[in-house]
């Protein structure tokens, strides 16, 4: 049994339950493996392929031979471990896949096919169950937190003189009591927006932010204004805030799956201000915000297309660069103001 045909690999041997080493060469009879210390002597460990556990390649990663009284032997020799596998029908396990680039394609493409249907499917139906079951102190927390966030890093106290802000408020509660929320689904707030400039948003909880900028740009124009908040009120009354916070969310969640850890990014994006200033609703959810406002302004009295003309003043004034943040997760397209002043229309006509 000492002979050199016999011999597999060079390594260290570990007694059961032990971490103690010693120097030891690797065997073989047949399927059976053994062991024996460099010091001589009778094998130390014996057993046969089926009973012994050893452990895949993968690099250059010591194989592990692990034998059925706890025993253990280790060797770096991991092309020959490899060649007395395949003599006995076995292969080399994950250094196998790692070497056959077909199957590691086949494997990446499956995981960005599946990434997709996550993605697709999974992440949005998820997101409506979550939006079904989200009791309102959740949205009240995200919203405090994003204001909290907002109002240490980027706005200060409004400036707009308190009787101004009384008349905005009044003609506001005036729109807001014919929502499905009523008045006191609705806490709206003035700030100096600094430089975010022109901007007005909703948070989930019906937490409404108007700029002292985007007030100034409207000129006077209280249906410009009202129409604006309308319009944010639209967002609050289809969820569409909240929605998009749990998108992005569900999306760190699937990066998270793919690429590991990315720490605090779910939190950041359900508290943090920026994340959400960073948000912008789709198409589909600007359509529908617009349609409300043009409800909600027609049913008290108001212009219904001043939406579409705070656009048109918007984009006159500062152009289409995206310069306001108001003008990049709002944009106000010619499409988009046709569709306005259409829906205008057939507001108008059911009305009269």
Partial sequence: MASDDKRIASGRWHPPGSSRSEPAVLLAEGKTLFVRLDAGGDPVSLGDLARTEISARVGRVPRRITFADGSLFETDDNDAIDLWLRKHGKKGGVHEMERFHPRLVAFVIAVVVLAGLIYRYAVPALVEVAVLVTPPAVTQWMASGTLLSLDQAVFSESRLPEARQTEILEAFNQVASLSSRGTAGYNLNFRY???????????????????????????????????????????????????????????????????????????????????????????????????????????????????????ARLEEKLGLDGDSSFLSTHPGTSERREAIDNHAKTVEAGGS
């Fill in 193 to 311: 927006g600094g430089p975010i400039g022109p901007n007005a948003f909703a948070l989930p909880d019906g937490t409404l932010v108007i700029t002292d900028e985007l007030i100034e740009l409207a000129d006077g124009d209280m249906d410009m204004i009202i129409g604006v908040l309308a319009h944010e009120i639209g967002h609050v009354e289809e969820e569409h805030s909240l929605r998009q916070l749990y998108r992005a969310a569900g999306m760190a969640g699937l990066i998270m799956l793919i690429a590991g850890d990315i720490g605090a990014a779910g939190e950041d994006i359900l508290t943090n201000g920026a994340a959400l200033m960073s948000l912008s609703h789709s198409r589909n959810a600007e359509n529908e915000a617009d349609r409300i406002s043009v409800e909600l302004m027609a049913k008290a009295g108001r212009d219904p297309r001043a939406i579409g003309r705070f656009f």
